[in-house]
Nanobody, 121 residues
Framework: QVQLVESGGGLVQAGGSLRLSCAASGRTFSNSAMGWFRQAPGKEREFVAAISRGGGGRDYSDSVKGRFTIARDNAKNTVSLQMSSLKPEDTAVYYC??????????????WGQGTQVTVSS
């Protein structure tokens, strides 16, 4: 199956910015919608953002809309999440995901190991 590796997590002050990146293996990347999820301690996994195969479709959770931007570079097999105006409640492990069965589904079939994002107050 497709392997995904996240990078770019770290510690940042509230109001700051951080850019996450996800590198995907395999030749099927360009045919797969991609997404980002996050999970804070003691909370359920939460959908963050998704981008369609060609990059023309984007979907965001209400909690991050206007602050986060998802993008992809199919030539490099990467997807990114630019995070701005970060809040302490954004603190979570962020996961890259690939290959939902259809656009709009949250049942992604490939997952990365996650990268920690910590926002200090």
């Amino acid at each position: 199956q497709v392997q995904l590796v996240e990078s770019g997590g770290g510690l940042v002050q509230a109001g700051g910015s951080l850019r996450l990146s996800c590198a995907a293996s395999g030749r099927t990347f360009s045919n797969s919608a991609m997404g980002w999820f996050r999970q804070a301690p003691g909370k359920e996994r939460e959908f963050v953002a998704a981008i369609s195969r060609g990059g023309g479709g984007r979907d965001y959770s209400d909690s991050v809309k206007g602050r986060f931007t998802i993008a992809r570079d199919n030539a490099k097999n990467t997807v990114s999440l630019q995070m701005s105006s970060l809040k302490p409640e954004d603190t979570a492990v962020y996961y890259c995901a690939a290959d939902p069965p259809f656009w709009g589904s949250r049942l992604f079939r490939s997952w990365g190991q996650g990268t920690q994002v910590t926002v200090s107050s």
